[in-house]
């Protein structure tokens, strides 16, 4: 009789093969507008194969488990249905504006699961050996801090946390959680071996590890200010990457350590790229409470901000021949880019010709302006970053900002004494007329007066952007019928 | 036959390092305008996870493992699905001035030119 036992695990080796080679073709596809979205359907053609293969795991399983093999492939496909479900029906319908709070809950419950895996490890006793325990540890310390990280950075950009909290000694108290979870690590490491004793029992030592590795995710968390948000959702994005690299080494799974080392790459690289657009080290981001440290002197800049009507603007800019839109994270606040672009096709109609210019740090999130303007309609070619267009500034007519304010403060050309000093900036101060959209009069998140709203060139329009954006369309439309 | 994977020492310190540089390489080449897609697409990624956590359930020997697999799916379940989904609303969002159907238009001049002929 000819046993076929080897045939699932060959399924299931090349299944994974399959899906890890589709991952990183389907990431490289991401690379431009026009092939990107074939590149998420290519790594999701491989996510499925490696999930159903994984159901070829119950021609395998432990002897132990057999006898519940029933019951649990119930709970494997009830938990695939709901998890996978309810988050489906959620990503289908948030709105854009709320993508930063939606990419960091799904991010922690990638952590979250790889904690998961590295529990069951622990109390079921599977890590045998030093290394294979001691990985299993920081996978799992890794996969937890960024579960409940990610949660907090969520409740903060959902707004069911509104300030940060903030205390004299913080960074010290959040370094002895993480030390004494370390140590617990370590005690779990070299009590391994012994039978259980009065101070060694096992799963409670275990619980003890993840209690400090999540209250750690949520202390760390809990300071950060929203504006720091990129750094703090890109660092957390790596966090799971990694957790889940090293629980697929624990797991013997070569599928989930080439996805979550490409991934925690990923997440690395973003937030270098997005702590060297705010001019400051991660370390920098994370540990220092940034903004009350900024005591601004007040009289230190000439000036005063001087009002004009949105209609008014809105005219000036129909007659200008050239225009730079800045749009910052009060924009997706406002949930004011249809607005936007419905007055940008205005002036386009009437010959300006209009570009957008984007900081890599606006908004809360590596990116979230160019999908609030891709959601609006704005093709992507009249997009432009920081590099692209910071020298057109000097030969413009207009620049507008859009809730933005340190990325053009000029100060951080200038200042040396501002906390933003040496932070690239949007040369929107060199424009011929600058427009600032606003709600009130009023401080950046760094806390610093912006030099901009006092020059001589620049002229405040108060209100929410939705409502001036209404007014300034308005303002044009009326003109036409006037010349009509 | 043996199809099994012993990944040990070196051998898995290997893959970590080429998966590391693979993937710096290629999300170095991401343009900026990407750069929220990308985060949520690498999100997508590591939502394999589910995989090690279906690992973990079906292995399950008691309660206490059952639930922890359970949750481990679970999430793993909601990282894949929820990633998916806002990856590819946002990719299908990103369009250029340039007339989409250009080059089918252009196309089925030449094609047509070509029957006149």
Redesign the interface.
Known sequence: MITLT?LP??VI?LA?IC?AFL??Y???R?????T??S???V??IG?IA??LA??L??FS??P??KP??P???G??L???????????L???R?A?TA?PQ??A???G??G???G??A???L??ARAHGA?VLVVTLLGGLIGAVSFSGSSIAWAKLQGVINKPLRFKGQQVVNALIMAAAVCVAGVIIYGGGASATLLWVPSTWICIFFAFALLFGIAMTLPIGGADMPVV??IY?AF??LA??L???V????????????????????TL?MAQAMNRSVSNVVFTNFGEAAKSKPGAIKGEEKPVQAADAAIKMRYAASVIIIPGYGLAAAQAQQKLYEFVKLLQAAGVVVRFA?H?VAGR????M??LL??A?V?????F?LDDINDDFATTDVAMVIGANDVVNPAARTDKSSPIFGMPILNADKAKQVYVIKRGQGKGYAGIVNALFYGDNCNMVYGDAKAVLSAMIEGVKGLGAAAA | ?????????FA?LY??ML??????V????????????????????????????????????DV???S???????????????????????????????PAPAHKAHHRARSHRAKKA
């Open positions: 080897w695990s060959l080796g994974d899906a991952f990183m389907g990431l490289q991401m690379s431009s507008p026009a990107a979205t590149g998420i359907r790594a999701g996510m490696a999930v994984s159901f795991y119950v399983v432990d132990a488990a519940l093999l019951v649990n492939i709970l494997a009830t938990a695939l249905a709901i998890g996978g479900g309810l988050a489906w959620a990503g289908r948030v854009m993508m939606m990419v809950i799904y991010n419950m990638g979250g699961a790889a998961g895996i529990a069951a490890e109390f079921g290394t959702i890109s994005n799971t990457g889940v690299g629980e697929g080494f797991l013997q799974n070569p599928a989930l350590m080439i996805a979550g080392m490409v991934v925690g790459a990923a997440g690395l690289l973003l790229l984007i890599p999130m590596p990116g979230q160019d999908v891709a959601e309609g093709p992507y070619d009249m997009i970053q | 036959m043996n199809f099994d994977i012993a990944l040990t020492g898995a893959i970590f998966a590391a540089f693979a993937g710096w290629i999300i170095g080449r991401v343009p900026a305008i990407l750069h929220t897609p990308l985060m949520s697409g690498s999100n997508f990624v590591h939502g394999i996870v589910v995989v090690g956590g279906l690992f973990t359930l079906l292995n399950a020997r206490l493992e059952q922890i697999g359970f949750f481990a799916v679970l999430l793993g379940a909601g990282n894949v699905a929820g990633g998916y989904a806002v990856t590819s609303r946002m990719l299908a969002m990103f369009k250029t001035s340039a």
